[in-house]
C-alpha cells in the first residue's frame, strides 16, 4: 500500500508544480521525465506486490498521464523523448537475441522451430481472418491492418517469461521450451516485420532492396557482436558506455535500410553463444535495461488517448480468445509433449516487450491504420498482463510438481 501511497503522492505533487511552476520547454521535457520515472516506479511496484508484472505499471501510468487524459505529459514531450524508445527497442532485442541458447538448440531446437512455426501460422490465421471481417468499417486499409496485426498478435514476450519463470522458483522443460518458442517469435516477427512493412508500404520496394537489408543487418549483427567483444576484451574501461553509443547508432541504421531489430538480435545472439563475455554483457544491459524499459513502456502508453481503447476492450478479448484457440490448435498438431498441449496456451498469451517496440514502429509506418493498430495491440497487452502472468506462475508449479512425481 505505501507504494501505492507514493505514487499518488507524486502525482499529485506532479501537478500541482507544473500548475504554478512556469518552465519553458526545456525544464518541462526534464521536469515531466523525472516525475514520470518517480511515479512509474513506485506504481510499478505496487503492481508486482499483488502479483502482477511492473510493466503493466508502467503501462497504466502512461495511459493516466497522457495528453489525451490528464493531460500530465503535453505532446510535444512525447515527440522530445522519441529517442528513448528507439534506443529501449535496440536493448529489447539484444536481450531476445541473448535469450537464445546453441546448447538448447541443438538438443530441442527441431522441435521448438516446429512448433514456433506450426502456433505462429495458425495464430496468425485466425487474427488475420478475425481481423478481415471485423475492421471493415475501420479507417484505412483493412488489409494492411489484418496482416500487420496477424503479426504482432501472434508474439509472446521472453523477458516476461523469464521473470515469471525466476518468481514461481521453478526449473521444468515446459517452461524452457515456452521460453524457446517466445524467442523464436520474437525473430519470427522481426524477420516478418523487416519484410513486410517495406511491402505494404511502398509498391515499388524490390525484392533485391529487402534481401540486402535481411543479409545486411545480419552481416552487420555479426560483426558488431565480434567488436564488442574485442573491446571487452582487450580494452574493458567505460563498456556500458560504448553499448549505450552503439545502441544509439543502431537506431540510426535504418537510413541505409538495414533493420535496428534484426542487428540488435543477432548481436545478443553472438555474444551469448560465441564470446565469454556473455555475462559481462548481461550485467551491462541490466545496468541500463530498468529505467530505459520504464520509460519505453510509460511513454510507449503515453501516446495513447485511453478513451479509444475502451471501445476496443470487446474487439481485443474476442482477438485474445481467436488467440488462445489457434495457438491450441497448432500445439496439438507440433507435439505429443503432455504438459504443452496441456498448458501451452497459457504460457504463451501475454506479450508485453517487443510488440510494444513494433507498435511504436507500426504507428510511424502506418499513419492512418497506425492508431486502431496501437489500440488493439496495446488493449490486448494490458488485459493480458493483467491474468495470464499468475496462470503461467500456477501452471508452471503445477508441471514441476507433476514432473518431480
Known amino acids: 500500500m505505501i507504494y501505492l501511497l507514493a505514487s499518488l503522492g507524486f502525482g499529485a505533487l506532479f501537478f500541482m508544480l507544473?500548475?504554478?511552476?512556469?518552465?519553458?520547454?526545456f525544464y518541462l521535457?526534464?521536469?515531466?521525465?523525472?516525475?514520470?520515472?518517480?511515479?512509474s516506479f513506485f506504481t510499478g511496484k505496487f503492481f508486482s506486490k499483488i502479483g502482477l508484472p511492473a510493466i503493466t505499471g508502467y503501462l497504466i501510468t502512461g495511459l493516466i498521464l497522457s495528453p489525451y487524459l490528464t493531460g500530465g505529459v503535453p505532446v510535444y514531450v512525447l515527440k522530445a523523448t522519441k529517442f528513448i524508445e528507439e534506443i529501449a527497442i535496440v536493448f529489447i532485442a539484444f536481450q531476445s537475441g541473448m535469450e537464445i541458447e546453441l546448447k538448447f538448440l541443438k538438443q530441442y531446437g527441431k522441435e521448438v522451430i516446429r512448433l514456433t512455426m506450426l502456433i505462429a501460422l495458425f495464430a496468425f490465421a485466425g487474427i488475420f481472418a478475425t481481423s478481415l471481417f471485423l475492421l471493415k468499417k475501420f479507417p484505412g486499409n483493412v488489409l494492411n491492418t489484418s496482416i500487420i496485426l496477424g503479426i504482432l498478435l501472434i508474439l509472446k514476450s521472453p523477458l516476461s517469461t523469464i521473470a515469471i519463470i525466476k518468481e514461481s522458483n521453478t526449473n521444468t522443460l515446459f517452461g524452457e521450451k515456452i521460453l524457446?518458442?517466445?524467442?523464436f517469435k520474437d525473430?519470427?516477427?522481426?524477420?516478418?516485420?523487416?519484410?513486410?512493412?517495406?511491402?505494404?508500404?511502398?509498391?515499388?520496394?524490390?525484392?533485391k532492396l529487402i534481401v540486402y537489408g535481411l543479409i545486411g543487418s545480419v552481416v552487420f549483427g555479426i560483426l558488431l557482436g565480434f567488436l564488442i567483444s574485442l573491446y571487452m576484451k582487450h580494452i574493458k574501461a567505460e563498456a556500458h558506455v560504448l553499448i549505450f553509443l552503439l545502441a544509439l547508432f543502431i537506431t540510426e541504421l535504418s537510413y541505409i535500410h538495414l533493420d535496428p531489430l534484426i542487428i540488435s538480435v543477432i548481436v545478443g545472439f553472438f555474444i551469448k553463444n560465441f564470446t565469454v563475455y556473455d555475462n559481462e554483457f548481461s550485467k551491462i544491459l541490466n545496468t541500463f535495461s530498468p529505467i530505459l524499459y520504464l520509460l519505453f513502456f510509460t511513454l510507449a502508453d503515453s501516446g495513447i488517448d485511453v478513451?479509444?481503447?475502451?471501445?476496443?476492450?470487446?474487439?481485443?478479448l474476442l482477438f485474445i480468445a481467436v488467440k488462445w484457440v489457434f495457438t491450441m490448435l497448432g500445439i496439438s498438431l507440433g507435439t505429443k509433449d503432455v504438459s504443452l498441449r496441456k498448458y501451452g496456451a497459457i504460457g504463451l498469451l501475454n506479450q508485453s516487450g517487443l510488440s510494444l517496440a513494433l507498435i511504436v514502429l507500426a504507428e510511424a509506418a502506418f499513419p492512418v491504420e497506425g492508431p486502431i493498430i496501437k489500440g488493439i495491440v496495446i488493449t490486448v497487452i494490458v488485459l493480458?498482463?493483467?491474468?495470464?502472468?499468475?496462470?503461467?506462475?500456477?501452471?508452471?508449479?503445477?508441471?514441476?510438481?507433476e514432473e518431480a512425481n
Open 18 to 25: 507544473k500548475t504554478y511552476l512556469q518552465l519553458n520547454s
Open 29 to 39: 521535457i526534464a521536469f515531466s521525465l523525472g516525475f514520470l520515472i518517480l511515479i
Open 180 to 183: 524457446g518458442i517466445a524467442v
Open 187 to 207: 525473430v519470427l516477427v522481426v524477420t516478418l516485420f523487416a519484410i513486410i512493412v517495406p511491402l505494404l508500404t511502398s509498391g515499388n520496394s524490390s525484392a
Open 307 to 316: 478513451r479509444n481503447l475502451i471501445p476496443l476492450i470487446p474487439v481485443s
Open 384 to 401: 493480458t498482463d493483467i491474468f495470464a502472468p499468475a496462470l503461467f506462475k500456477k501452471v508452471l508449479v503445477k508441471v514441476s510438481t
